[in-house]
């Protein structure tokens, strides 16, 4: 059986190329984000944390993989970075692992990024949500995204919810939503 960040992958993979362009809108310490840049033409990868930042260039480097705009402030101002459609987008929302636990990923912010990502998604685009909650905030969070995803238009989009159901400490789960074609 999968983990949920395994089946995050392969669930974006399936939709992608060569030519596609992608959002980390959390790189963090840029794992996702150089696993998309070895697959794809172009990645966007949003973090506020300059530990995230020199993290990710490092192990972009190490790789020797340049297709990718690392941008150090909020993924909720995607929309004043990115002016082109996008194919896929992740999100891995909660704290940057080995870094201060107390930033962390806020409901109003991912709101705002989710809905811009959501926009520029192209139809038959397609972005996964890991939701870590075992953190102050994060069960305000995850409600906030659940809330939020499962009010989304069924005409517009598919959204489906992958997680274990036997685990205890708050076991991280993902979100899948796949936009609709416009005809």
Not at 111 to 125: F, H, Q, V
Request: hydrophobic share 40%.
């Amino acid at each position: 059986m999968k983990r949920p960040l395994e089946m995050s992958h392969d669930f974006l993979m399936d939709i992608l190329d060569d030519k596609s362009v992608v959002l980390d809108a959390t790189m963090g310490n840029g794992h996702d984000t150089a696993f998309f840049a070895q697959r794809v033409k172009w990645v966007y990868a949003f973090d506020i944390q300059e530990q995230a930042v020199l993290a990710t260039k490092e192990r972009l480097k190490a790789q020797q993989l340049d297709n990718v705009d690392i941008i150090l402030d909020g993924h909720e101002k995607l929309d004043h970075y990115i002016d082109e459609p996008l194919d896929a987008a992740i999100f891995n929302l909660g704290y940057l692992p080995k870094a201060d636990k107390r930033v962390v990923t806020k409901p109003h912010t991912t709101l705002e990024s989710l809905s811009k990502a959501l926009t520029a998604l192209k139809d038959k685009g397609r972005i996964a949500v890991m939701i870590y909650y075992g953190h102050e905030g994060g069960e305000m969070e995850k409600d906030a995204v659940l809330d939020f995803v499962k009010q989304l238009d069924q005409k517009k989009y598919t959204v489906m919810l992958y997680q274990t159901l036997n685990q205890i400490n708050t076991p991280p789960f993902l979100i899948m939503i796949e936009k609709r074609t416009s005809s």
